[in-house]
């Protein structure tokens, strides 16, 4: 299964951008379907989590990104969005779309597993 992003680019501060992450195939993460983020300079390890949609519809956001951004999801598509509005300098960072699921079944505990995209970059310039 591969994840293929896309919509990334450069846009102004306050503007809007969408990203699409296509899955090769339907999956079915037991967590969820994530957008995560790495900020220039920083490790893969450092990644961090923009947003996450469960199985049920249940949505959950990075404080710095809530009110801002929406999450999406189109099942029969295998397919997972990501609405950026009011876009800000510090939100430039390269944007991976994420598979996670966790050895527990349940998300936070155990061991997780994350199928990653290749990236996409945002740049948002003032």
């Known amino acids: 299964v591969q994840l293929v992003e896309s919509g990334g680019g450069s846009v102004e501060a306050g503007g809007s951008l969408k990203l699409s992450c296509a899955a090769s195939e339907y999956i079915r993460p037991n967590c969820g379907m994530a957008w995560y983020r790495q900020f220039p300079e920083k490790e893969r390890e450092d990644r961090e989590q923009?947003?996450?949609?469960?199985?049920?519809?249940?949505?959950k956001y990075a404080d710095s990104v809530a009110g801002r951004f929406t999450i999406s999801q189109d099942n029969p598509k295998a397919a997972v969005y990501l609405q950026m509005n009011s876009l800000k300098t510090e939100d430039t960072a390269v944007y991976y779309c994420?598979?996670?699921?966790?050895?527990?079944?349940?998300?936070?505990?155990?061991?997780?597993?994350?199928?990653w995209g290749q990236g996409t970059q945002v740049t948002v310039s003032s």
């Open positions: 923009v947003s996450i949609i469960h199985s049920d519809g249940t949505t």
């Open positions: 994420a598979a996670e699921s966790w050895s527990s079944g349940i998300c936070g505990m155990g061991a997780r597993d994350i199928l």
